[in-house]
């Protein structure tokens, strides 16, 4: 059984639909569990029913279930990671592993969800010896180291962190339509840091320097509180690398 086959439940959360209100489109409810440190460094777990926000998606949806982490100790399957342990970063070395979010996707397709989550499988050795070892099967919203001479052009920089999914190309990465109930998780430090993924550079939790100013500030409210360590956004740290859109990347690639 793949690591993207080893299944949850469904919860009856993530099938009810939230109506916003008089002609909104219906918003289904899904269900996110955090494990996270308070302020003190006491431990607090707890399960949220919210709206499924792309903003609040983007926290919960990196890593499938059986992803190995890179860990001082070794690697750790991401399921077995806990907020104090310490994490191997490709840039800053050992970092305090702070929030863990994890979440279910659903198959489902209907009128609120015409497309079904997609998932990203790096098949071993497709980006160099041991990257990733084994297959990697990232979330749809994972984002990956990318390094490209375009990078320079639009950012100034040698590097970015760009969607795993725009680097799709149906043979050494493959996109995977869900078609199970599918646990995805995702990790923040005390800043943004590159992890390493069954060996392979992927992003820490970060929800960009912008993020508040694109939520209402009810959405932000909901946001915060399952962050159980900041009082505030400047509370997720400096982001030491840039983002690229799919687009970016298509677009440096085809030339």
Known sequence: MGTHDRLVPPSPWQIRPLHAGPGDE??????????????DGYPQHFVRALPAEPHIDEAFCAFAHGT??????????????????????????????IWVGSTVLMPMTDAL???????????ADSLGLGRPMPD????????????????????????????????????????????RPTRVFHLALEAQHILLANGVEVESYHPGENAADLM?????????????????FEGFGPMSLPRLTAFEMERMRAA
């Open 216 to 232: 209402d500030p009810a959405a932000r409210l909901r946001f915060l509180a399952l962050f159980p360590h900041l009082y505030g």
């Open 136 to 179: 990697l099967i990232l979330g749809p919203r994972a984002r990956m180291l990318f390094r490209h001479p375009g990078c320079h052009d639009i950012l100034g920089t040698g590097a970015a962190f760009g969607p795993a999914s725009a680097l799709v190309d149906g043979v050494a990465l493959i996109g995977l339509r869900v078609t």
């Open 68 to 97: 190995l982490i890179a860990t001082p100790g070794g690697p750790v399957a991401v399921e077995d990671l806990h907020p104090g342990m310490m994490l191997s970063t490709a840039d800053a070395g050992a970092r305090r592993l």
């Open 113 to 123: 969800r015409p497309v079904p989550p997609m998932l990203t499988r790096l098949t």
């Open 26 to 39: 219906p918003m289904p409810r899904r269900r996110y569990e955090v494990s996270g440190l308070c302020p």
